[in-house]
């Protein structure tokens, strides 16, 4: 496997990208309350704006197999599904200086898992958040917060930074409030 870090996706990829995308997510329209996945037209807009690096993973011998896909910014208007205003309010000073970072979404194909090109996003992306001096987010739903994917991405940032911390930034409960039973 190889990764290209570009700030746009090849157009004969477009389909191949979305369907990983949907196939890596497609479980969160039914298990996450609030959306988590992007509408088509939010996932293109997202794949041409400039303001974002895409990562691609491909296949050497088959280079329109997609094996991996992760967008990163620091310009965190250009992505729909997050809000600019919290990071500005609480890090008023990194934001205006860009020095926040956003993950906003790393989709890997199954067969690529282990391949190394987990711990290859991650360290290209740590690399641009240390020479800002700056700070990583992302949103990990709980599900995947079960199965440890926020230990994963901190296992991997201390084998290249000692003392890194991880803290979480925010947390809902979706609570439902229902009739009793009728007798």
């Given amino acids: 496997m190889y990764l290209e870090v570009d700030t746009s996706i090849p157009a004969e990829l477009s389909d191949a990208v979305w369907q990983l995308y949907t196939d890596a997510f497609d479980e969160l329209r039914v298990a996450a309350v609030q959306r988590h996945v992007m509408h088509r037209t939010e996932f293109d807009e997202v794949l041409s704006d400039k303001r974002v690096l895409k990562y691609l993973g491909r296949n050497p ?58 711990e290859a996003v991650i360290a290209d992306m740590w690399q641009r958040v240390v020479a800002t001096n700056g700070i990583a987010a992302l949103d990990i739903c709980r599900r995947n917060d079960q199965i440890g994917l926020g230990r994963a991405i901190q296992q991997t940032l201390m084998s290249l930074t000692e003392g890194v911390r991880a803290s979480k930034m925010d947390e809902q409960a979706f609570w439902l409030y229902e009739l009793p039973p009728r007798t």
């Fill in 61 to 118: 011998r088959r280079t329109d197999e997609v094996a991996a896909l992760a967008t990163f910014t620091n310009e965190l208007d250009s992505l729909p599904l997050i809000s600019p205003d919290y990071f500005a309010h609480r890090w008023p000073d990194l934001y205006a200086q860009q020095r926040i970072w956003y993950i906003g979404f790393f989709a890997i194909h199954p067969q690529s898992r282990g391949s190394g090109l987990f």
